[in-house]
């Protein structure tokens, strides 16, 4: 009876006393190891992975380096250089797509200037290496975008600036930023960024050079002047800030001095006006005493003139009392040794009459 299809393949897979046989043990780890390899990709440090899915069409961006899974006929994986890459302008011609030719740029004042060697460092973005690869293709080709566009962009930002901005650090900075940004804008889509521009001093013809070197020396000597300025402003403040001390080390002398004086015055003050307190009240007290005599003397004569006051009322309303015998006779006594004189006289020019003129009050 003929053998069947199944005790055929048994028998060759048993041996010699019906173990299985080791060269089938060692094709079958080729097999698996064949089969390892080419469901694995690697990727490198500075490389970026993109891993299409062939039956559902969808992309996969990997960033990490190590070992990824890509099945046999339904992965499809492509690796992309993400490491920063240099794209130069020099010399007379392009000569490769990382190599062209040096910058010529035409300032806004209508003067020419160029650079030796203009540098860009830029690179593939690694979360947009699927965009890379959709536009520009495998390996390098995206290198191709750096010429037409890093020229352009380069020479119209550089040349809204003139050849006196242009030598000025701070306006060439600027420059290169804005430039930087428009490439970045433009190549960002195809997953391209610049991180660096690097340009040495631009070049000028010769007299034009020598006109910048010779303003390049007037600004060194304006910096001088500066300086010597600045320097002579210190020294300035220096002696002010030692005749301000001085002045108010004078004033505070001064000051203590008026101050002392001051002081002494209201002592001064203080001690007079104790001096004419006691003084007035001193004066006062003797005041009141010579008063209170002077008061006293006055009502004595007050007394005594009001007594011979009533002596001499009494005297006259006695004396009043008189017969006028009496009266004729005290009269005579008090006449008593007057001689009286009478003469007449008249008031008019035809005198009727002669009056008596009385004195001593005598009728």
């Not at 209508?110 to 290496?129: E, H, K, Q, V, Y």
């Not at 010779?214 to 800030?241: F, G, H, M, P, W």
């Amino acid at each position: 009876m003929a053998e069947s299809s199944g005790n055929k393949v048994l028998n060759f897979l048993k041996g010699t006393g019906g173990e299985p046989s080791r060269l089938w043990i060692a094709g079958a780890a080729i097999a698996l190891a064949v089969v390892s390899f080419r469901s694995c990709a690697s990727i490198e440090a500075g490389q970026v992975a993109v891993r299409i899915n062939n039956i559902t069409g969808s992309t996969e961006v990997i960033t990490q380096p190590g070992l990824i899974m890509k099945l046999p006929g339904i992965h499809n994986v492509y690796l992309l250089d993400s490491s920063p890459q240099t794209f130069h302008l020099r010399g007379p011609a392009n000569k490769s797509v990382l190599e062209g030719k040096e910058l010529t740029v035409r300032a806004s004042d209508g003067s020419s200037f160029a650079f030796n060697d203009t540098t860009l460092l830029f690179r593939a973005i690694p979360g947009s290496a699927d965009e890379t690869l959709r536009d520009s293709g495998l390996d390098h080709a995206y290198y191709e975008w750096m010429l037409p566009y890093a020229r352009s962009i380069l020479r119209d930002e550089f040349g809204r600036e003139s050849t006196i901005t242009v030598s000025n650090p701070t306006s060439f900075a600027q420059a290169e930023q804005r430039a930087r940004a428009r490439l970045n804008k433009v190549l960002g889509p195809h997953g391209i960024e610049i991180t660096s521009i690097v340009t040495p001093r631009p070049r000028f013809s010769k007299e034009y050079e020598d006109l910048i070197e010779s303003r390049n020396q007037t600004e060194n000597q304006l910096a001088v002047i500066d300086s010597e300025l600045s320097r002579a402003k210190t020294e300035r403040d220096r002696k002010l800030a030692e005749v301000e001390r001085d002045q108010n080390k004078v004033i505070q002398t001064k000051r203590a001095e008026l101050e002392s004086q001051l002081a002494t015055a209201w002592t001064q003050q203080t001690q007079t006006h104790r001096e004419v307190d006691t003084y007035k009240i001193e004066k006062l007290a003797a005041g009141q005493a010579a008063r209170s005599a002077s008061k006293s003397t006055a009502d004595q004569l007050k007394g005594q003139l009001q007594a011979e006051y009533e002596s001499r009322k009494a005297e006259i309303d006695a004396f009043r009392n008189q017969p006028v015998e009496r009266v004729m006779e005290r009269l005579g006594e008090r006449l008593k040794g007057v001689t009286i004189d009478i003469q007449p006289y008249r008031n008019d020019g035809n005198p009727q009459r002669v009056q008596l003129e009385t004195v001593g009050g005598a009728k």
